[in-house]
């Protein structure tokens, strides 16, 4: 069955969805509004559940979808619930049966159900209903059938069920009565309620019996009552008046209440959890955040703050949109749309953050879906940790996978895959390049002189000076020591290259000057040309390689094409 929800404001709708049949609606409505479970298995798998189904083992409705229905049965009582179910199908059992479930927590509860055969969507399946017995649910349709179905209820049930009369003596007990609290119906038969509430609780328990008595209304309360043993029970109580048709007045009370005891204790400890938790998200060195449908921010703990750059008091009511890049909001939206559509969280996305200082951080992100009691889609939540250092990390190893850490250019590898791209460009156009191998002369003799720092400053002069004369769309690259190439991508004419050979050769006849030393350096080049000396990437730095060895032999300072 599917579920009509909202479109978030913050998203745009991909498309309508077709409207629910009326029939189907009020099913739904009905499904939804019971106090039992009911659930619906197809192939063994849940195929929908009320929220109250779900909620028995601690679970949404979204988060049992789909699964082995037997995937939260005690594997002890596996066995026993396949056997159970399968009689009830066949009509060989009647009477609901017990058994127990774990937990999302892991924790044991037992549940009572009844199901039925039926066909859905031209598929058998399996229609539940089913009931939480560990805290039972008092019902007031009870009350309103007739007086055999009302005795074989209340015989079966597990709520506690009596009547007094006028005086306030008991006149029936059922049998879940007798058990919780340990009395027998000799024990209790005639004699006052009130031998059974504990003191503290007994005015409340005479003022709501001689208001009820009376006419007045009651609403549901809570009293202890005294188990045989002494044990306090702590029960709640749905009590109307038993009238006199004829007479017109009351003539007794009826009750139907539960043992509320264990729920009780699960509610503090419930409260004790959510204030763990509470506290756990405002001590963690991540950001929790909680935004409504439309993106604006309900919740944030200090650690968000501190990343966002803005101080808490101030965060809440403001969009997260105010701390997204212009261009990275599409995909912002797509994240929130999909976890908002498939219920199911997402985590691992890196995004940017722009704080209000200017400062730019990279942060991961998870989401999830936000649901009220009801199981509707209410907004966001989600954990936000910074990883700009990781980021920043990742990218100064990219960079040096690429680079030269000494004078920042394209190492050989770059370089290698700038220069195939660029002769698959040429092919195609029908273009020239050049690639230029250079080498300063005799640098080997002033590194052993002045040492490496001197030789290393020598190196990124000389790069400053080769980059004034490249065209902007030239490559120079480090590809050793003191051997470095060049590539020069649509040429004209080979008188270009050459103009450019002497460029170079001209620009190291002033010295370079290294603090108070002063050098003069220069430089042999070997010129190889495409598609003339090869068309791919080793024959043209070979042919590069041997000009530029060429060059050398003839004493240096010159170029070879």
Same mark, same amino acid.
């Given at each position: ?130 009931? %939480?017995? *560990?805290?039972? @649910?008092?019902?007031?349709?009870? /009350?309103?059938? !007739?007086?055999?179905? +009302? $005795? #074989?209820? =209340? &015989? ?102 539960? %043992?509320? *005891?264990?729920? @009780?204790?699960?509610?503090?400890? /419930?409260?004790? !959890?959510?204030?763990? +938790? $509470? #506290?756990? =998200? &405002? ?102 940790? %910074?990883? *700009?250092?990781? @980021? ?170």
């Amino acid at each position: 069955m599917r579920r009509c929800v909202k479109q978030p404001q913050l998203m745009k709708k991909p498309h309508t969805r077709e409207n629910h049949t009326k029939q189907k609606d009020f099913y739904h409505t009905i499904a939804e509004a019971s106090f039992a479970g009911i659930y619906m298995v197809q192939d063994g798998r849940f195929s929908y559940l009320n929220r109250n189904a779900a909620s028995f083992a601690g679970y949404t409705p979204v988060e049992l979808m789909g699964r082995d229905a037997f995937s939260i049965v005690h594997h002890e009582d596996r066995d026993l619930v396949d056997k159970m179910a399968r009689e009830m199908l066949k009509g060989l059992r009647t009477e609901p049966y017990e058994f127990r479930i774990i937990t999302k927590d892991l924790q044991t509860r037992w549940i009572m159900e009844t199901v039925i055969s039926i066909t859905y969507q031209g598929k058998p399946a399996i229609l539940g209903n089913s009931m %939480d017995v *560990t805290e039972k @649910k008092q019902t007031e349709e009870a /009350l309103s059938l !007739s007086e055999n179905r +009302y $005795r #074989t209820l =209340i &015989e079966t049930t597990h709520d506690l069920v009596f009547t007094v009369d006028r005086q306030g003596y008991f006149t029936y007990i059922n049998p879940q009565f007798q058990k919780t609290l340990g009395y027998t119906t000799t024990d209790l038969l005639d004699k006052p309620f009130t031998t059974i509430v504990a003191p503290d609780f007994l005015k409340t328990v005479l003022e709501n019996f001689k208001t009820g008595i009376k006419g007045g209304i009651v609403s549901p309360y809570e009293v202890e009552l005294l188990h045989k043993n002494g044990k306090r029970l702590l029960v709640e109580f749905l009590t109307t008046t038993i009238w006199d048709g004829q007479k017109g007045k009351g003539i007794g009370r009826f009750g139907i209440g539960r %043992d509320i *005891t264990d729920r @009780k204790l699960a509610q503090d400890d /419930l409260k004790a !959890s959510e204030e763990r +938790y $509470r #506290t756990i =998200i &405002e001590n963690i060195g991540d950001g929790y955040y909680e935004v409504d449908l439309k993106g604006t921010i309900q919740f944030i703990n200090d650690a968000c703050a501190s990343i966002s750059g803005v101080p808490r008091h101030k965060l809440t009511g403001m969009s997260f949109k105010d701390f997204a890049f212009e261009e990275d909001l599409v995909d912002l939206y797509n994240i929130f749309y999909r976890v908002f559509m498939t219920g199911k969280p997402e985590k691992g996305l890196v995004n940017r953050v722009k704080r209000p200082d200017g400062k730019e951080l990279y942060v991961e992100i998870s989401v999830s879906l936000k649901r009220d009691s009801k199981g509707k889609s209410t907004g966001f939540m989600g954990i936000i940790h %910074d990883v *700009t250092e990781r @980021k920043k990390a990742e990218e100064t190893i990219q960079w040096m996978a690429y680079h030269d850490a000494l004078t920042g250019l394209p190492n050989r590898i770059l370089f290698h895959d700038r220069l195939v791209l660029a002769l698959t460009q040429a092919k195609r156009n029908s273009e020239q390049l050049a690639v230029m191998m250079l080498d300063l002369d005799k640098f080997k003799e002033i590194n052993d002189s002045y040492g490496h720092y001197m030789g290393d400053c020598i190196l990124c002069a000389f790069v400053e000076r080769i980059k004034k004369q490249l065209r902007e769309g030239d490559t120079v690259a480090r590809t050793g020591g003191d051997e470095f190439m060049t590539l020069l991508p649509v040429i004209r004419k080979v008188r270009d290259v050459e103009k450019l050979g002497e460029k170079i050769i001209a620009a190291f006849q002033k010295p370079v000057e290294v603090g108070e030393q002063s050098f003069l350096i220069s430089v042999s080049i070997g010129i190889a040309l495409y598609p003339r000396d090869g068309e791919d990437f080793d024959t043209m730095v070979k042919k590069a390689d041997m000009a530029m060895y060429q060059a050398k032999k003839l004493g240096g300072n010159k170029y070879i094409i």
